[in-house]
């Protein structure tokens, strides 16, 4: 997908108003603070179409985030990651009681990736 520049427009005012809501302080709302610092990034298949970054790094030391800062996100991605199954599930481009074992001789390149918490198996078609 490529945005065009009045599409570019309009999502950075909406992604705008999105980070000022997540890291603004709401005394009157419940949670009353969403997150103290927040970066957003949107890319289309040739660039980044908008990047920003609103907040503070720490409530204690109130040192504004930037575009630069990094992020710990630990177990995140893995919401991420089945949330991305699911929706090809939803699609049917995805079989959840699929045996992976079972299409190995369909594979042109199969390889094993042994690490110390569980072993991955790479397939490609």
Not at 67 to 84: E, P
Not at 95 to 117: G, R, W
Request: proline fraction near 4%; hydrophobic fraction near 35%; include cysteine.
């Amino acid at each position: 997908m490529k945005f065009s520049t009045t599409q570019s427009t309009k999502l950075a005012l909406s992604l705008d108003r999105v980070l000022k809501d997540i890291t603004t302080f709401n005394g009157d709302s419940t949670p009353q603070l969403i997150a103290p610092g927040c970066t957003l990034g949107v890319t289309d298949r040739d660039s980044t179409v908008y990047l920003n970054s609103k907040g503070v790094r720490n409530i204690d030391d109130p040192v504004p985030v930037t575009n630069n800062d990094s992020y710990a996100l630990f177990s995140c991605t893995k919401s991420l990651t089945v949330m991305g199954a699911l929706i090809l599930y939803e699609q049917g481009k995805l079989q959840l009681d699929f045996k992976a074992v079972d299409d190995t001789a369909n594979a042109n390149y199969c390889q094993t990736l042994d690490h110390p918490y569980c072993r991955v198996f790479v397939w490609v078609y």
